[in-house]
DNA sequence: CACTTGACCTGTCCGC
DNA sequence: TGCGGACAGGTCAAGT
């Protein structure tokens, strides 16, 4: 669940809360979550401060002192949720309807800092993951070999689109754009909501698209990513911020779990169907398949 | 090689 | 009420 715009807001997040804090003590549960040694833990983390925290794809990187970052994938219910010296969550805090008292059942990763705060990696479906690895290591791992531009980057143009598309030339539209290696942070969501603002259908295959198709569809994603990151997201069960908070951008979907409701720009009823083995909302009437 | 499906997990919801 | 099964969706491995 968190794609692009959710993890780029937890990124801007954590990079106004954690530089310059000094690891004091790291507990983690299984290796599924947290697959380092826990000697490699002790000598790379602790006592190391926080650098810089940033964003590649879905992937989040806070880089230590060490030489050492984290690498961390939320895949679909992880959270990373900082917590101020003597805040709790829970009842009485304002983001209490998604986030209780922490640690909790998900809760994977706990990183005490030495000033009192804390940062917890929560994940109930244990999907994700948070590593410890070199920072010079990072670009070969086999992910940021192969992962597609950033969608929101200066030299991402229609034409790149259309060319990194057309690897995928043979399969459906929805599949191609969810393939990270051809557009890096697209997920679900925000897949259904461009190809509804360019007026595509998901099952299309890309080899049918036109010039037109690629430009409206370049130019929706962009929009519909822009738009999410500036209302911190979405969130529908599991998703929040860096402090505990939930995006709004679902209030402005056109489409995603509208399933039933009226297309915002034809009032014909929006339909749920399954295309690329997900979960597929879209107009009717303004997404027609092609023959 | 290109593409599709299943596995990984847990919680929730729906029908019987 | 309880229970089984479908579903949620990011990514990789396995299968066609």
């Given amino acids: 669940m968190p794609e692009l715009p ?40 602790t006592g190391a401060q926080i650098v810089a925290v940033a964003r590649r794809a879905k992937v989040l990187l806070i880089e230590l002192s060490s030489k050492y ?105 929805k599949a191609a754009i969810l393939d990270q290696s051809v557009v890096a942070g697209v997920g679900n969501i925000y897949a259904d909501e461009s190809l509804w603002g360019a007026k595509i259908h998901p099952a299309t295959i890309v080899r049918e698209l036109s010039d037109k198709d690629f430009k409206n569809l370049h130019k929706s994603l962009q929009a519909i990513l822009r738009l999410s990151i500036e209302k911190g997201g979405s969130t529908d069960k599991h998703y929040v911020d860096a402090e505990g908070k939930k995006g709004s951008y679902l209030s402005f979907a056109s489409v995603f779990r509208r399933e039933g409701r009226p297309c915002p720009r034809c009032g014909t009823t929006i339909i749920k169907t399954r295309v690329a083995g997900r979960g597929t909302h879209i107009c009717p009437h303004c997404q027609q398949l092609q023959a």
């Fill in 6 to 45: 959710e993890v780029e807001t937890i990124r801007s997040g954590l990079s106004r809360l954690l530089p310059g804090r000094q690891i004091a003590a790291v507990r983690f549960d299984t290796p599924k979550s947290f697959p380092n040694a826990p000697a490699d833990v002790e000598a790379f983390m």
């Fill in 69 to 173: 970052s984290l690498v961390i994938h939320l895949k679909m219910t992880g959270q990373l949720v900082f917590q101020a010296p003597g805040v709790h969550f829970g009842a009485g805090h304002p983001n209490d309807s998604l986030v209780g008292p922490l640690p909790d059942r998900s809760t994977r990763v706990t990183v005490d800092f030495a000033d009192g705060s804390q940062l917890f990696f929560n994940d109930q479906r244990k999907f994700g993951w948070m590593r410890l690895m070199p920072t010079a290591e990072i670009p070969q791992l086999d992910f940021f070999k192969k992962v597609g531009p950033e969608p929101l980057g200066s030299d991402f143009t229609w034409q790149v689109l259309k060319t990194r598309l057309l690897r995928r030339k043979n399969t459906n539209v």
